[in-house]
């Protein structure tokens, strides 16, 4: 039995305020101490402080990998292994100028780590989740090469060209890492921003990271200016790396978010992230005004870039402007998708029932204003429950569909056309068009037989109209739509295939089938359809083998028979609320009647084959034998063949989930069928209850006799308890323990009681001799 999952708490990390408190001070104490002894700072405050700085950020690091998964794990990963690499070779440095009181050579080990760390870091904003996924391949190229270019101009003009021309005699490696490090931070912070525009989650984190290889990039490229000229010193240049690792470590310590609202990430509302990549651009042009201002003569090189910088800037905004056109047609055509579905229907294409009677409305208040006349034809199809439960339900509605286009070739091209629920149709005529003559072609259309997945299918209709001529008085819209469906409902009871026109001296039958329908809606919402029992019984001892839960409905003093009531739920679409309130009372009364006992006591209900594979049933049945703790094999869904056989696929699925909840499953009505014994063999079936038909004659008939003898042996040829159903005459009890049948049930066992007259049967019953 499966319990109810407690929420798990949430992991608490590391105290983010205290970790930005401590990156405050520390960079406090950094500024001070730049006013003290430079040599002391520099050797001792400097390099220790940048270590517990990239030991921190690792830490921080490792600690956010393991609280996520998928390619943020990855992403974290990396970038922990990445500071601490960094802070390896901070760890060497430290050994050789605290330890051993030396000068740390450049180029020297602590540099594989410091090179580790931006190519790493790189990857892990690579392996950032990012929502581009919707923007154009191009857009997302120029957005790349436009920060790549601008970024790129930036480091040219305050570093990288200078230390480009002061190393052109150097050594090649010294000459490579003086030009790596500023080149290699171009490049993360390229991605950064990009990382930071296209992110799906929380950007508080990738934010402070990429402000983190900010503050590194600016060191890096302060480093390589001064070591080109050969007066590094530290001091103030180290603050970037100090206060870059804590900003990546407070990032890591940053409180989790979920993904950005939908809204977020759609094209349309993206302002701030594409805001952000115009910020190196920005600075780009800040940077070379001020230069050009203040007397530096710019070199081709420099020129070039700017002007690929606008280029580029100005084909990415022309990009988004057709990105926006397209988005502003997208956005139409889904608004016109949208009327369109609220006003049509999903599966023909018809107009629905909102758009029908809105323009029902509109041509009667013509015919109240001007005295146009008005008619409506409703027709409904025959039999049409018949091709959903021999055929299964994907026949039925491709046959819903051929109808419609038969019915938009029969009318004028004014006339609206809409399916208003089931296989109910209706046509309006707005400007005088003939009722009589637009019914009889509408039902001549369905005439011709339906090729369906190689059946062919008869279809005919039951029509009904009603019109209103300039004559007649003003009439609201639903009553108008009642008429016509009250005359299609006499059509239906005159024999079907038919037309009926509405009058005023019609039978009030089919008013008082209208009348129940609207009082069982009521009945079912008010939960006033109750539940009877009738027991199930072992012949041989006379055991209370089970109870099966009949539905009773009683309206104004008189019981109403499931035969009728049944199918009017099932026409008025009430079936699901139906069953689930009878599975529900029938589960409570299985509950306390097991309560204390030990023998397992089993109910039987029926589900009607519409919500044997309807969405969420088996959802349902399960929450019903958890809350109620059903014991396995206590509660048993009787089906039809009907049922079954709709959907084979479909119904098996079902029928196995419901076994594995320990919910007994059992054929109703076995014989009447088309079933064959290999269908009914593969259905993982509990039980099957012999249709009451077959004991009608048995008694007083050999060959019935012997037809039942032959269906009982087919059920144990399947391995299959039997129930028989419709015991009421000694004779029939007789006959059947004769035939070897265990299990019965019938007027002679035990008629249908209350609830209330149920704990005296659950003893046993007393089975006549």
Same mark, same amino acid.
């Given at each position: 039995?499966p319990?109810p999952?407690?929420?798990?708490?949430?992991r608490s990390g590391?105290?983010v305020p205290?970790v930005?408190a401590?990156?405050?001070?520390?960079?406090?104490?950094?500024?001070?101490?730049s006013?003290?002894d430079?040599?002391l700072v520099?050797?001792?405050?400097s390099?220790?402080?940048?270590?517990a700085?990239?030991?921190?950020?690792?830490?921080?690091?490792?600690?956010?990998?393991?609280?996520v998964?998928?390619?943020?794990?990855?992403?974290w990963?990396?970038l922990?292994?990445?500071t601490?690499a960094?802070?390896?070779?901070?760890?060497?440095?430290?050994?050789?100028?605290?330890v051993q009181?030396?000068?740390a050579?450049?180029p020297s080990?602590?540099?594989?780590?410091f090179v580790?760390?931006?190519? +790493?870091?790189? !990857?892990a904003?690579?392996?950032? $989740?990012t @929502?581009?996924?919707?923007? #154009? /391949?191009?857009r &997302?190229?120029l957005d790349?090469a436009?920060?790549?270019?601008?970024?790129g101009?930036?480091?040219?003009?305050?570093t990288?060209?200078t230390?480009?021309?002061?190393?052109?005699?150097n050594?090649?490696?010294?000459?490579g890492?003086l030009?790596?490090?500023?080149v290699?931070?171009?490049l993360?912070?390229?991605?950064g921003?990009?990382?930071?525009?296209?992110?799906?989650?929380?950007?508080?984190?990738?934010?402070l990271?990429?402000?983190?290889?900010?503050?590194?990039?600016?060191?890096?490229?302060?480093?390589?200016?001064v070591a080109a000229?050969g007066?590094y010193?530290?001091n103030?240049?180290d603050?970037g790396?100090?206060?870059?690792f +804590?900003?990546v !470590?407070?990032?890591a310590l940053? $409180?989790? @978010?979920?993904?950005?609202? #939908? /809204?977020a990430? &759609?094209r349309?509302?993206?302002g701030?992230?594409?805001?952000l990549?115009?910020?190196?651009?920005a600075?780009?042009?800040a940077?070379?005004?001020v230069?050009a201002?203040?007397?530096?003569?710019?070199?081709?090189?420099?020129l070039?870039?700017a002007?690929?910088?606008v280029?580029?800037?100005?084909?990415?905004?022309?990009?988004a402007l057709?990105d926006n056109?397209?988005?502003?047609?997208?956005l139409?055509?889904r608004?016109?998708?949208?009327r369109?579905?609220?006003?049509?229907?999903?599966l023909t294409g018809l107009a629905?029932?909102?758009?029908?009677?809105d323009?029902?409305?509109h041509a009667?208040?013509l015919?109240?204003?001007?005295?146009?006349p008005? !008619?409506v034809?409703f027709l409904?199809?025959d039999?049409?429950?018949v091709v959903n439960d021999t055929?299964g339900?994907?026949?039925?509605?491709e046959?819903?569909?051929?109808?419609?286009e038969?019915?938009?070739g029969?009318?004028r091209?004014?006339?609206?056309?809409?399916?208003?629920?089931?296989d109910e149709?209706a046509v309006?005529?707005e400007?005088?068009?003939?009722?009589v003559?637009?019914a009889?072609?509408?039902?001549g259309a369905?005439?011709?037989?339906?090729?369906?997945?190689?059946?062919?299918?008869?279809v005919?209709?039951?029509?009904?109209?009603?019109e209103?001529t300039?004559d007649d008085?003003?009439l609201?819209?639903?009553?108008?739509?009642?008429?016509?469906?009250?005359?299609m409902?006499?059509?239906k009871r005159?024999?079907k295939?038919?037309?009926?026109?509405?009058?005023?001296g019609?039978s009030?039958?089919e008013?008082?089938d209208?009348?129940?329908?609207?009082a069982?809606r009521?009945?079912?919402?008010?939960r006033?359809?109750?539940?009877a029992?009738?027991?199930?019984?072992e012949?041989?001892?006379?055991r209370?083998?089970?109870l099966e839960?009949?539905a009773r409905?009683?309206?104004?003093?008189?019981?109403?028979?499931?035969?009728?009531f049944?199918?009017l739920a099932?026409?008025?679409g009430?079936m699901?609320p139906?069953?689930a309130d009878l599975l529900?009372?029938?589960c409570t009364?299985?509950?306390g009647?097991?309560r204390?006992?030990e023998e397992?006591?089993?109910?039987?209900?029926n589900?009607a084959?519409?919500q044997?594979?309807?969405?969420?049933?088996?959802?349902?049945?399960?929450?019903?034998?958890?809350?109620?703790d059903l014991?396995p094999?206590a509660?048993?869904?009787?089906?039809?063949e009907?049922?079954?056989?709709?959907?084979l696929?479909a119904?098996?699925t079902t029928v196995t989930?419901?076994?594995?909840?320990?919910?007994?499953?059992?054929?109703?009505?076995f014989g009447v069928?088309?079933?064959?014994?290999?269908?009914?063999?593969?259905?993982?079936?509990?039980?099957v209850?012999?249709d009451?038909?077959f004991l009608?004659?048995?008694?007083n008939d050999?060959?019935q006799?012997r037809f039942?003898?032959a269906?009982?042996?087919?059920?144990?040829?399947?391995g299959?308890?039997?129930?028989a159903?419709?015991?009421?005459?000694p004779a029939?009890?007789?006959?059947l323990?004769?035939?070897?049948?265990?299990?019965?049930?019938?007027?002679?066992l035990g008629?249908p009681?209350?609830?209330?007259a149920?704990?005296?049967?659950?003893?046993g019953v007393?089975?006549?001799a």
């Amino acid at each position: 039995m499966p319990y109810p999952r407690v929420p798990a708490r949430p992991r608490s990390g590391p105290p983010v305020p205290a970790v930005a408190a401590v990156l405050v001070v520390v960079v406090g104490f950094q500024l001070a101490s730049s006013l003290g002894d430079a040599v002391l700072v520099d050797v001792y405050v400097s390099n220790l402080l940048q270590l517990a700085a990239g030991l921190t950020a690792a830490a921080a690091c490792a600690w956010r990998s393991r609280t996520v998964a998928g390619r943020a794990r990855w992403s974290w990963t990396c970038l922990a292994v990445g500071t601490a690499a960094w802070a390896a070779g901070q760890a060497w440095w430290c050994w050789v100028q605290i330890v051993q009181r030396g000068e740390a050579p450049f180029p020297s080990v602590a540099d594989v780590g410091f090179v580790a760390f931006p190519l +790493l870091a790189g !990857a892990a904003l690579l392996l950032t $989740p990012t @929502g581009d996924g919707s923007t #154009a /391949r191009w857009r &997302r190229a120029l957005d790349a090469a436009m920060t790549s270019a601008a970024v790129g101009l930036v480091s040219w003009e305050t570093t990288l060209g200078t230390v480009v021309a002061m190393n052109a005699g150097n050594d090649p490696l010294v000459a490579g890492l003086l030009v790596g490090y500023p080149v290699l931070d171009v490049l993360l912070i390229v991605l950064g921003t990009l990382t930071v525009a296209r992110a799906t989650t929380a950007r508080t984190p990738q934010v402070l990271v990429t402000l983190g290889l900010v503050a590194f990039a600016v060191s890096d490229s302060a480093f390589a200016y001064v070591a080109a000229e050969g007066d590094y010193e530290g001091n103030l240049l180290d603050l970037g790396w100090i206060a870059g690792f +804590l900003l990546v !470590a407070l990032a890591a310590l940053c $409180p989790p @978010g979920g993904a950005a609202p #939908a /809204r977020a990430r &759609r094209r349309g509302d993206r302002g701030g992230a594409d805001l952000l990549l115009y910020v190196p651009v920005a600075v780009a042009f800040a940077v070379t005004t001020v230069l050009a201002f203040g007397g530096r003569r710019l070199d081709g090189w420099e020129l070039l870039t700017a002007g690929v910088v606008v280029a580029l800037l100005l084909a990415r905004q022309w990009l988004a402007l057709r990105d926006n056109g397209r988005l502003a047609t997208e956005l139409a055509a889904r608004e016109a998708e949208l009327r369109h579905q609220a006003f049509h229907d999903a599966l023909t294409g018809l107009a629905n029932r909102a758009l029908f009677l809105d323009r029902l409305d509109h041509a009667l208040q013509l015919h109240a204003r001007d005295l146009r006349p008005v !008619a409506v034809v409703f027709l409904d199809l025959d039999d049409f429950k018949v091709v959903n439960d021999t055929l299964g339900h994907a026949v039925g509605d491709e046959l819903l569909v051929r109808v419609a286009e038969r019915l938009r070739g029969a009318v004028r091209a004014g006339d609206t056309v809409a399916r208003l629920g089931g296989d109910e149709f209706a046509v309006l005529l707005e400007d005088g068009g003939d009722p009589v003559l637009t019914a009889a072609k509408v039902a001549g259309a369905l005439g011709t037989p339906f090729t369906l997945r190689g059946d062919v299918v008869d279809v005919r209709a039951s029509v009904g109209l009603c019109e209103l001529t300039p004559d007649d008085p003003p009439l609201a819209a639903d009553e108008l739509l009642a008429r016509s469906d009250t005359a299609m409902y006499a059509a239906k009871r005159s024999g079907k295939d038919t037309i009926v026109s509405w009058s005023a001296g019609m039978s009030l039958a089919e008013l008082q089938d209208e009348e129940l329908r609207t009082a069982l809606r009521a009945a079912v919402a008010d939960r006033r359809v109750r539940l009877a029992f009738q027991p199930i019984v072992e012949l041989a001892t006379g055991r209370l083998s089970g109870l099966e839960a009949l539905a009773r409905w009683r309206h104004e003093d008189r019981d109403v028979p499931p035969d009728v009531f049944i199918p009017l739920a099932e026409r008025a679409g009430l079936m699901g609320p139906l069953t689930a309130d009878l599975l529900e009372a029938a589960c409570t009364r299985l509950a306390g009647w097991s309560r204390g006992r030990e023998e397992l006591l089993v109910v039987h209900v029926n589900v009607a084959p519409s919500q044997l594979v309807a969405p969420g049933f088996v959802t349902t049945v399960a929450d019903l034998v958890r809350r109620h703790d059903l014991r396995p094999g206590a509660l048993v869904l009787e089906i039809t063949e009907s049922g079954i056989f709709a959907d084979l696929g479909a119904a098996r699925t079902t029928v196995t989930q419901l076994r594995r909840l320990g919910v007994g499953v059992s054929l109703d009505d076995f014989g009447v069928g088309y079933s064959s014994l290999a269908q009914l063999n593969a259905m993982p079936l509990d039980s099957v209850k012999i249709d009451r038909s077959f004991l009608a004659g048995v008694d007083n008939d050999p060959r019935q006799a012997r037809f039942l003898h032959a269906v009982l042996r087919l059920a144990e040829e399947i391995g299959l308890p039997v129930v028989a159903e419709g015991v009421e005459r000694p004779a029939q009890l007789h006959l059947l323990r004769a035939l070897g049948c265990q299990h019965a049930q019938g007027y002679l066992l035990g008629r249908p009681v209350e609830a209330d007259a149920v704990p005296p049967l659950l003893d046993g019953v007393v089975v006549p001799a």
